[in-house]
Nanobody, 126 residues
Framework: QVQLVESGGGLVQAGDSLRLSCAAS????????MGWFRQAPGKEREFVAS???????YYADSVKGRSTIFRDNAKNTVYLQMNSLKPEDTAVYYC????????????????????WGQGTQVTVSS
């Protein structure tokens, strides 16, 4: 069993930065693909970024160039650094863990992740 706890969300202004953290409990953290998703009111949950091992990384086009996902396997924690935030980044951000390593086509699908955190709200004002 894996438990995920996100933190780091908040209310910021456009152009600001935030770093989200996701602390994981359970086994085999380093072997799991970890992902960040977000869901805005009235919209479906969408992929933001994923990381397999420490260097296989994918980003959604909407955040590419503005966000960095990285992990600290010694701390069982994955991070999402978001810069140049925009009002359209406003959403609840969720951390997710897969049972193993996901391929490129799998990594962006919420269905491939078996474990989810409770979410952290990010609000970007204009």
């Amino acid at each position: 069993q894996v438990q995920l706890v996100e933190s780091g969300g908040g209310l910021v202004q456009a152009g600001d930065s935030l770093r989200l953290s996701c602390a994981a409990s359970g086994r085999a953290f380093s072997a799991r693909t970890m992902g960040w998703f977000r869901q805005a009111p009235g919209k479906e949950r969408e992929f933001v970024a994923s990381i397999k091992w420490t260097s296989v990384i994918y980003y959604a086009d909407s955040v590419k160039g503005r966000s960095t996902i990285f992990r600290d396997n010694a701390k069982n924690t994955v991070y999402l650094q978001m810069n140049s935030l925009k009002p359209e980044d406003t959403a609840v951000y969720y951390c997710a863990a897969a049972d193993g390593a996901l391929s490129f086509t799998q990594a962006s699908s919420p269905r491939e992740y078996g474990y989810w955190g409770q979410g952290t709200q990010v609000t970007v004002s204009s």
